[in-house]
Protein backbone atom coordinates (compact mmCIF):
# COMPACT_ATOMS: atom_id res chain seq x y z
CA UNK A 1 0.00 0.00 0.00
CA UNK A 2 1.09 3.45 -0.31
CA UNK A 3 1.20 4.44 3.25
CA UNK A 4 3.07 1.83 4.19
CA UNK A 5 5.71 2.80 1.64
CA UNK A 6 5.67 5.97 2.48
CA UNK A 7 6.10 5.10 6.22
CA UNK A 8 9.07 2.79 5.15
CA UNK A 9 10.64 5.75 3.15
CA UNK A 10 9.83 8.03 6.32
CA UNK A 11 11.64 5.27 8.76
CA UNK A 12 14.29 5.22 5.93
CA UNK A 13 14.94 9.00 5.78
CA UNK A 14 14.98 8.64 9.83
CA UNK A 15 17.76 6.09 9.85
CA UNK A 16 19.67 7.54 7.61
CA UNK A 17 19.59 10.79 9.28
CA UNK A 18 21.19 9.27 12.26
CA UNK A 19 23.71 7.57 10.81
CA UNK A 20 24.72 10.82 9.25
CA UNK A 21 24.71 12.22 13.15
CA UNK A 22 26.80 9.21 14.49
CA UNK A 23 29.42 9.47 11.41
CA UNK A 24 30.15 13.04 12.06
CA UNK A 25 30.39 12.98 15.59
CA UNK A 26 33.02 9.92 15.12
CA UNK A 27 34.65 11.92 12.34
CA UNK A 28 33.20 11.69 9.36
CA UNK A 29 32.29 8.84 6.96
CA UNK A 30 35.94 9.53 4.74
CA UNK A 31 38.53 10.46 7.64
CA UNK A 32 41.02 11.16 4.56
CA UNK A 33 43.98 12.95 5.25
CA UNK A 34 43.41 16.41 6.42
CA UNK A 35 39.44 16.12 7.22
CA UNK A 36 40.30 14.02 10.40
CA UNK A 37 40.80 16.62 13.27
CA UNK A 38 44.40 16.38 14.79
CA UNK A 39 43.51 17.93 17.99
CA UNK A 40 41.39 18.90 20.63
CA UNK A 41 40.97 22.49 19.28
CA UNK A 42 39.80 21.98 15.70
CA UNK A 43 37.63 19.14 16.63
CA UNK A 44 35.59 20.89 19.22
CA UNK A 45 35.21 23.59 16.17
CA UNK A 46 33.71 20.61 14.17
CA UNK A 47 31.35 19.46 17.15
CA UNK A 48 30.33 22.73 17.37
CA UNK A 49 29.27 22.69 13.28
CA UNK A 50 27.71 19.65 14.16
CA UNK A 51 25.55 20.79 16.91
CA UNK A 52 24.75 23.65 14.47
CA UNK A 53 23.50 21.36 11.70
CA UNK A 54 21.63 19.08 14.44
CA UNK A 55 19.69 21.91 15.22
CA UNK A 56 18.76 23.06 11.91
CA UNK A 57 17.53 19.58 10.79
CA UNK A 58 14.93 19.67 14.10
CA UNK A 59 14.09 23.29 13.24
CA UNK A 60 13.24 22.30 9.67
CA UNK A 61 11.33 19.20 10.34
CA UNK A 62 9.37 20.84 12.96
CA UNK A 63 8.65 24.04 10.88
CA UNK A 64 7.73 21.04 7.98
CA UNK A 65 5.64 19.48 10.26
CA UNK A 66 3.80 21.95 11.66
CA UNK A 67 3.04 23.37 8.46
CA UNK A 68 1.51 19.80 6.99
CA UNK A 69 -0.80 19.88 10.12
CA UNK A 70 -1.62 23.65 9.57
CA UNK A 71 -2.88 22.77 5.81
CA UNK A 72 -4.42 19.01 6.92
CA UNK A 73 -7.01 21.49 8.87
CA UNK A 74 -7.43 24.28 6.39
CA UNK A 75 -7.74 21.58 3.08
CA UNK A 76 -9.59 18.95 5.09
CA UNK A 77 -6.59 16.79 4.79
CA UNK A 78 -3.68 17.00 2.28
CA UNK A 79 -3.87 13.94 0.30
CA UNK A 80 -1.54 11.81 -1.72
CA UNK A 81 0.25 14.63 -3.37
CA UNK A 82 0.70 16.51 0.50
CA UNK A 83 2.02 13.61 1.95
CA UNK A 84 4.92 13.12 -1.19
CA UNK A 85 5.51 16.83 -0.52
CA UNK A 86 6.17 16.53 2.97
CA UNK A 87 8.40 13.70 2.42
CA UNK A 88 10.48 15.12 -0.33
CA UNK A 89 10.59 18.00 2.47
CA UNK A 90 11.54 15.80 5.00
CA UNK A 91 14.42 14.45 2.92
CA UNK A 92 15.94 17.68 1.61
CA UNK A 93 16.40 19.17 4.77
CA UNK A 94 18.18 16.55 6.24
CA UNK A 95 20.50 16.09 3.34
CA UNK A 96 21.31 19.93 3.08
CA UNK A 97 21.54 20.53 6.97
CA UNK A 98 23.17 17.10 7.01
CA UNK A 99 26.17 18.69 4.68
CA UNK A 100 25.83 22.54 5.67
CA UNK A 101 27.05 24.74 6.94
CA UNK A 102 30.55 23.91 6.53
CA UNK A 103 33.03 24.28 9.23
CA UNK A 104 34.82 27.15 8.23
CA UNK A 105 37.93 26.99 7.59
CA UNK A 106 40.73 30.37 9.22
CA UNK A 107 42.61 32.60 6.81
CA UNK A 108 45.86 33.51 7.58
CA UNK A 109 44.97 36.92 8.47
CA UNK A 110 42.10 35.24 10.93
CA UNK A 111 44.89 33.31 12.95
CA UNK A 112 47.28 36.34 13.77
CA UNK A 113 44.13 38.56 14.76
CA UNK A 114 42.73 36.36 17.36
CA UNK A 115 43.93 37.35 21.01
CA UNK A 116 42.26 34.13 23.05
CA UNK A 117 44.38 31.42 23.38
CA UNK A 118 41.96 28.38 23.43
CA UNK A 119 40.54 30.40 19.65
CA UNK A 120 44.12 30.52 18.38
CA UNK A 121 44.76 27.15 18.90
CA UNK A 122 41.88 25.84 17.92
CA UNK A 123 41.99 27.95 14.83
CA UNK A 124 45.78 26.74 14.11
CA UNK A 125 44.91 23.35 14.23
CA UNK A 126 41.51 23.71 11.31
CA UNK A 127 43.98 25.20 9.29
CA UNK A 128 46.87 22.91 9.97
CA UNK A 129 44.37 20.18 8.89
CA UNK A 130 43.62 21.95 5.86
CA UNK A 131 47.18 22.19 4.63
CA UNK A 132 48.47 18.67 5.75
CA UNK A 133 46.90 17.17 2.30
CA UNK A 134 49.25 19.53 0.12
CA UNK A 135 52.35 18.34 2.47
CA UNK A 136 55.27 15.63 1.97
CA UNK A 137 54.24 12.57 3.99
CA UNK A 138 57.05 13.14 6.51
CA UNK A 139 55.56 16.79 7.06
CA UNK A 140 51.93 15.67 7.71
CA UNK A 141 52.97 13.24 10.40
CA UNK A 142 54.51 16.03 12.15
CA UNK A 143 51.55 17.96 11.95
CA UNK A 144 49.71 15.55 13.70
CA UNK A 145 52.31 16.09 16.52
CA UNK A 146 52.01 19.32 16.15
CA UNK A 147 48.26 19.40 17.05
CA UNK A 148 48.82 17.40 20.23
CA UNK A 149 51.48 19.74 21.39
CA UNK A 150 49.38 22.84 20.55
CA UNK A 151 46.42 21.84 22.65
CA UNK A 152 48.80 21.12 25.62
CA UNK A 153 50.36 24.70 24.92
CA UNK A 154 46.82 25.89 24.83
CA UNK A 155 46.02 24.64 28.43
CA UNK A 156 48.99 26.62 29.62
CA UNK A 157 48.56 29.62 27.70
CA UNK A 158 44.88 30.28 29.47
CA UNK A 159 46.98 31.22 32.60
CA UNK A 160 49.27 33.45 31.68
CA UNK A 161 48.56 37.02 31.10
CA UNK A 162 47.84 37.49 27.77
CA UNK A 163 49.97 41.02 27.68
CA UNK A 164 52.61 39.08 29.09
CA UNK A 165 56.08 39.25 26.40
CA UNK A 166 56.06 35.27 27.25
CA UNK A 167 52.20 35.06 25.51
CA UNK A 168 52.75 37.38 22.69
CA UNK A 169 55.71 35.94 21.68
CA UNK A 170 54.34 32.17 21.75
CA UNK A 171 51.45 33.65 19.60
CA UNK A 172 53.60 34.84 17.19
CA UNK A 173 55.19 31.65 17.27
CA UNK A 174 51.89 29.53 16.57
CA UNK A 175 50.01 32.43 14.69
CA UNK A 176 52.57 33.33 12.68
CA UNK A 177 56.04 31.72 12.03
CA UNK A 178 54.21 28.21 12.00
CA UNK A 179 52.09 29.23 8.99
CA UNK A 180 54.40 31.21 7.45
CA UNK A 181 56.49 28.43 7.16
CA UNK A 182 54.07 26.20 5.59
CA UNK A 183 52.74 29.10 3.45
CA UNK A 184 56.86 29.63 2.39
CA UNK A 185 57.08 25.96 1.01
CA UNK A 186 53.37 26.17 -0.73
CA UNK A 187 54.71 28.68 -2.74
CA UNK A 188 56.85 26.57 -4.29
CA UNK A 189 56.37 25.15 -7.36
CA UNK A 190 55.70 21.55 -6.83
CA UNK A 191 58.19 20.25 -9.62
CA UNK A 192 60.60 21.97 -7.94
CA UNK A 193 59.63 20.63 -4.43
CA UNK A 194 61.92 17.67 -4.93
CA UNK A 195 64.83 19.28 -6.27
CA UNK A 196 68.23 19.35 -4.71
CA UNK A 197 69.79 22.42 -4.09
CA UNK A 198 72.93 23.08 -1.98
CA UNK A 199 72.76 19.57 -0.34
CA UNK A 200 69.04 19.92 0.61
CA UNK A 201 65.32 19.77 -1.17
CA UNK A 202 62.00 22.46 -0.15
CA UNK A 203 60.60 18.69 1.15
CA UNK A 204 63.19 18.15 3.35
CA UNK A 205 63.48 21.60 4.80
CA UNK A 206 59.77 22.04 5.32
CA UNK A 207 60.10 19.05 7.75
CA UNK A 208 63.24 20.61 9.42
CA UNK A 209 61.72 23.51 10.01
CA UNK A 210 58.50 22.02 11.59
CA UNK A 211 60.48 20.11 13.48
CA UNK A 212 62.09 22.71 15.26
CA UNK A 213 58.61 24.41 15.42
CA UNK A 214 57.58 21.43 17.06
CA UNK A 215 60.59 20.91 19.53
CA UNK A 216 60.30 25.29 20.74
CA UNK A 217 56.34 24.42 21.22
CA UNK A 218 57.45 21.61 23.56
CA UNK A 219 60.19 23.76 24.84
CA UNK A 220 57.51 26.38 25.42
CA UNK A 221 54.67 24.61 27.24
CA UNK A 222 56.96 23.14 29.62
CA UNK A 223 58.41 26.40 30.38
CA UNK A 224 54.72 27.75 31.22
CA UNK A 225 54.23 24.74 33.31
CA UNK A 226 57.08 25.25 35.31
CA UNK A 227 56.05 29.14 35.71
CA UNK A 228 59.60 29.94 34.08
CA UNK A 229 57.90 32.92 31.85
CA UNK A 230 61.32 35.04 32.13
CA UNK A 231 63.45 32.21 30.72
CA UNK A 232 61.64 31.79 27.18
CA UNK A 233 63.09 34.09 25.12
CA UNK A 234 61.43 33.04 22.03
CA UNK A 235 62.30 35.63 19.86
CA UNK A 236 65.90 35.48 19.91
CA UNK A 237 65.84 31.41 19.76
CA UNK A 238 63.95 32.35 16.48
CA UNK A 239 65.54 34.86 15.00
CA UNK A 240 68.46 31.86 14.82
CA UNK A 241 66.47 29.30 13.15
CA UNK A 242 65.56 32.54 10.72
CA UNK A 243 68.50 33.70 9.87
CA UNK A 244 70.60 30.40 10.58
CA UNK A 245 73.05 29.67 13.18
CA UNK A 246 76.92 29.53 12.78
CA UNK A 247 76.28 26.40 15.66
CA UNK A 248 73.09 24.96 13.58
CA UNK A 249 74.33 22.20 11.21
CA UNK A 250 72.26 21.65 7.76
CA UNK A 251 70.24 24.33 6.03
CA UNK A 252 68.07 26.89 6.72
CA UNK A 253 64.55 25.95 7.35
CA UNK A 254 61.98 27.03 5.46
CA UNK A 255 61.09 30.11 6.87
CA UNK A 256 63.27 31.20 4.39
CA UNK A 257 62.68 28.61 1.51
CA UNK A 258 63.03 30.38 -1.67
CA UNK A 259 62.08 28.45 -4.94
CA UNK A 260 65.28 27.16 -7.06
CA UNK A 261 65.97 29.37 -10.06
CA UNK A 262 66.97 28.19 -13.06
CA UNK A 263 70.55 29.40 -13.17
CA UNK A 264 70.66 27.52 -9.79
Same mark, same amino acid.
Given at each position: ???? $? #? +?????? &? ?16 ? *? %? ?12 ? *? ?9 ? %? ?9 ? +? ?11 ? &? ?18 ? !? ?6 ? =????? +? ?18 ? =?? !? ?5 ? &? ?13 ? =???? !? ?14 ? @? ?8 ? %? !? ?12 ? $??? #???? @??? %?? *????? &? +? ?14 ? *? ?19 ? =????? $??
Amino acid at each position: MVTD $D #L +TSRSDR &VISDARALVRDNREGGRH *R %IAGKASIGKGSSEL *RRGNLKQRIKL %IGLSLAAILVA +TSIAGVVLNGIGF &VGVMITFFAIVAAVVIFGNF !PKVKVPQR =ADLTR +TADAKQLVARTELWLEHQRP =AL !PAPAAAL &VDTLGVQLDALGLQL =ANVD !PAHPAALETRKLVGEY @LPETIDNYRR %I !PDHLRREERGGSTP $DMQ #LVDS @LGK %IS *REIDH &V +TRQLAEGSLDELAIRS *RYLDYKYGDASLEGPNPALVI =APPTK $DA
